[in-house]
C-alpha cells in the first residue's frame, strides 16, 4: 500500500512526498482510514511506529475540508494532549510538516514559560491546539480558550499521562469538549485505567492494535554489559573513547544522576548535556537542539525524554540505569531503529539491577548478547566470601584450633568489646 491508496488530498499527498514518505506504516495503514471515516479510535502501538503522523494526517485533511483555504474565522477545531513538553513540541511540526500546503495554523501551548506569547496566539486564532494537560487548563480557566467549535480530541500517549498522574486532569478536560466530538486515544500500552477511560469517554471505538509492547523492533540491536556501578560512568567513557561513539542518547534514571553522567564525560572531555525535570523549558530546548544538529555527540536523560524524543537515524540508546519497570526499556530503545534505520541499545547493569534486567527480558522474550570482553566487568564475590569466615568466628564453637584464628578470634572480641 501507498499513501496514495489512502485518498489523501494533494496538499497532503506533496507534503509527504517532499518528506520522502511513500508507504504507510501499519499503524497508519489502519488508523487513516477509520479516522478519515470520523470513528472514535483507540490505537495501541510501541513507540516509534508512525503514531504522530497516524491521526496528524487524517485530522488535517478533515479540517481542510471545513475551512477550505478560505480565510475563514479561525476556530480551534482539534485538541491534542500530550503528557510533555517535547513531545507537544514535536507534535506541533508534525502538523506544520504534513499541513505545510493547507490553510490550517497549528499551536502548542504548555507550562514552565510565560503564557503571553500564547495567549497572543489564541486571540489570533487556530485551528489545531496542541497542548499539556496543566497549561490547558489553566488558559481555559483564564478565558482564553474556546473548545465549543471542537471536532476531534487526540489523547496521545495516554498510558504515559496515566503514570504521570495526569489522569485527572484528562477527564476534566474531556468533560470541557463538546458531546460530538470524534476522539482517538493512542497508547503504547493497555492497562485496565486506559481501557476504562476508552469505555467511558468514547462512542463505540475501533480498536486497532500493531507491535504489542513487549517487542522490539528488529532493527535495534541489543548488547548488555555487567558492570559494577562504581565503574558505569569508566564504561561509558571507554566505550564513546574506543568504539568513536556518537550522536549517543544515554537514560539515567534520576536527575541527580544525569547531571553527574555529563560532569563525569566533561570532565573526560566529552561534550554532553542534561535534559530532565528541574531544567528550564528553555534550557532543555537548547540542548536538544545542540544534539539533534550534532553540536554536542551525547545527550542524556531521565525517562521524561523516553517518548518524547524523535531523532532522525539515531544510531546508540544506552541505558546508563536499568529501569525498574520492564516496559519502560522498550520505550527507551525505542527511540533507535526508527523508520527502517538500524540502531544499537546497549545496557549497563549494576548487580542491584539484575533482578529488572531478569524481568527485562522475560518481557522481550529473548537473552540478549552479553558482553564479557571488557575492563570493568562485576567484580569477583570471592573478595566478600573471604570476609565472611571472621564473621561467623563469633560462634560458641568457633574458638579456633590453630594459633593464627585464635588470635583473628581474640581481636574480633577485643574490638567487640571497645565498641560496647
Not at 267 to 296: C, M, P, Y
Not at 364 to 370: A, G, W
Request: proline content about 4%; glycine content about 6%; hydrophobic content about 35%.
Amino acid at each position: 500500500m501507498t499513501f496514495k491508496d489512502l485518498h489523501l488530498i494533494n496538499n497532503i499527498q506533496q507534503a509527504l512526498e517532499e518528506e520522502g514518505y511513500k508507504s504507510p506504516t501499519p499503524i497508519q495503514e489502519q488508523a487513516i482510514p477509520e479516522i478519515l471515516a470520523e470513528k472514535d479510535l483507540v490505537a495501541c502501538a510501541q513507540t516509534g511506529t508512525g503514531k504522530t503522523a497516524a491521526f496528524a494526517i487524517p485530522i488535517i485533511q478533515l479540517i481542510h475540508q471545513i475551512v477550505g483555504s478560505a480565510k475563514k474565522t479561525k476556530r480551534i477545531r482539534t485538541l491534542v494532549i500530550t503528557p510533555t513538553r517535547e513531545l507537544a513540541i514535536q507534535i506541533g511540526e508534525s502538523f506544520d510538516t504534513y499541513g505545510k500546503y493547507t490553510n490550517i495554523k497549528t499551536l502548542v501551548i504548555f507550562g514552565g514559560v510565560n503564557q503571553v506569547p500564547q495567549v497572543d496566539q489564541l486571540k489570533k486564532g487556530i485551528d489545531v491546539l496542541v497542548a499539556t494537560p496543566g497549561r490547558l487548563l489553566d488558559l481555559y480557566k483564564q478565558g482564553f480558550i474556546d473548545l465549543n467549535h471542537m471536532h476531534q480530541l487526540v489523547l496521545d500517549e495516554a498510558d504515559q499521562m496515566l503514570d504521570m498522574g495526569f489522569i485527572n486532569d484528562v477527564k476534566k478536560i474531556i468533560k470541557l469538549t463538546p458531546d460530538n466530538r470524534q476522539t482517538l486515544l493512542f497508547s503504547a500500552t493497555m492497562p485496565l485505567a486506559i481501557r476504562e477511560l476508552a469505555d467511558t469517554f468514547l462512542t463505540q471505538p475501533k480498536y486497532v492494535s500493531v507491535a504489542p509492547i513487549s517487542s522490539t523492533a528488529e532493527t535495534v540491536s541489543q548488547k548488555v554489559y555487567f558492570v559494577d556501578k562504581s565503574d558505569k560512568r569508566n564504561l561509558l567513557y571507554h566505550l564513546i573513547r574506543n568504539d568513536n561513539l556518537k550522536n549517543v542518547l544515554v537514560f539515567t534514571r534520576t536527575k541527580h544522576g544525569a547531571d553527574n553522567v555529563v560532569k563525569a564525560l566533561k570532565k573526560h572531555g566529552v561534550e554532553a548535556g542534561a535534559i530532565h525535570g528541574d531544567k528550564s523549558q528553555s534550557a532543555r530546548q537548547r540542548v536538544l537542539e545542540s544534539f539533534k544538529n550534532k553540536e554536542i555527540p551525547v545527550l542524556v536523560a531521565t525517562d521524561i525524554a523516553a517518548r518524547g524524543i524523535d531523532i532522525e537515524s539515531l544510531p546508540y540508546v544506552i541505558n546508563f540505569d536499568i529501569p525498574n519497570i520492564s516496559e519502560t526499556y522498550v520505550h527507551r530503545i525505542g527511540r533507535t531503529g526508527r523508520a527502517g534505520n538500524s540502531g544499537l541499545a546497549i545496557s549497563f547493569c549494576g548487580k542491584d539491577e539484575k533482578n529488572y534486567w531478569t524481568d527485562i527480558e522475560k518481557l522481550i522474550r529473548m537473552k540478549v548478547k552479553v558482553v564479557d570482553n571488557h575492563p570493568y566487568p562485576w567484580k569477583e564475590e570471592e573478595e566478600k566470601e573471604g570476609a565472611k569466615p571472621d564473621l561467623r568466628n563469633k560462634n560458641k564453637n568457633n574458638s579456633g584450633k590453630k594459633n593464627n584464628k585464635s588470635r583473628k578470634s581474640d581481636g574480633s572480641k577485643k574490638n567487640k568489646k571497645r565498641w560496647y
